[in-house]
T-cell receptor, first 112, second 116 residues
């Protein structure tokens, strides 16, 4: 079945450091790919998404590119801030309004 | 900004007791979901609900689980006889329907269930 694997956390970075959180997936078709973020005390929020190969999703300085050849959707940010401290979840969905398949989540802590 | 709200935020119960987790989805959404995350593990799909019936469910969603939309606003998850392994964070989500919808799921903050 479909699955998502993301790098184990926690990840601790200094402010303004470069961030990469790796995510790879296994799917039978051509899924849509998502990054969700959960800030402390809040629900999961959609951070960005990409619906087809080579699409780049971006939001709040974060980017991820849908790489079909490597079945990856790595999350990157050039300069992290303390406010980026959260848990980040990679997810896929085979088609609209079908259940999301999530990874385990990666906790990011950014220190000043 | 419209949001999904869940109650309670944390519930502690004894094994074998019934638990009801409540959710108020975004008002114009038509698809509703429950997911759960056992500590340290993946967020797992439990069930989706549309047009007053279950549209999909996972293997986790056995006879001990049920969902209901008792009125126009609430969406509930009931666990009839809780087990220790039901301890988890339960997330409710909703999404728009149809071609105009983005397919994005909007999640609540979660209800943490602790079974003793």
């Amino acid at each position: 079945g479909d699955s998502v694997t993301q790098m184990e956390g926690p990840v601790t970075l200094s402010e303004e450091a470069f961030l990469t959180i790796n995510c790879t997936y296994t799917a039978t078709g051509y899924p849509s790919l998502f990054w969700y973020v959960q800030y402390p005390g809040e629900g999961l929020q959609l951070l960005l998404k990409a619906t087809k190969a080579d699409d780049k999703g971006s939001n709040k300085g974060f980017e991820a590119t849908y790489r079909k050849e490597t079945t990856s959707f790595h999350l990157e940010k050039g300069s992290v801030q303390v406010s980026d401290s959260a848990v980040y979840f990679c997810a896929l969905s085979e088609r609209r309004n079908t259940p999301l398949v999530f990874g385990k989540g990666t906790r990011l802590s950014v220190i000043a | 900004e419209p949001e999904v709200t869940q109650t309670p935020s944390h519930q502690v119960t004894q094994m074998g007791q019934e638990v009801i987790l409540r959710c108020v989805p975004i008002s114009n959404h038509l698809y509703f979901y429950w997911y759960r995350q056992i500590l340290g593990q993946k967020v797992e799909f439990l069930v989706s609900f549309y047009n007053n019936e279950i549209s999909e469910k996972s293997e986790i969603f056995d006879d001990q689980f049920s969902v209901e939309r008792p009125d126009g606003s609430n969406f509930t998850l009931k666990i009839r006889s809780t087990k220790l392994e039901d301890s988890a964070m339960y997330f409710c989500a909703s999404s728009e329907q149809g071609q105009l919808g983005t397919g994005e799921l909007f999640f609540g903050e979660g209800s943490r269930l602790t079974v003793l």
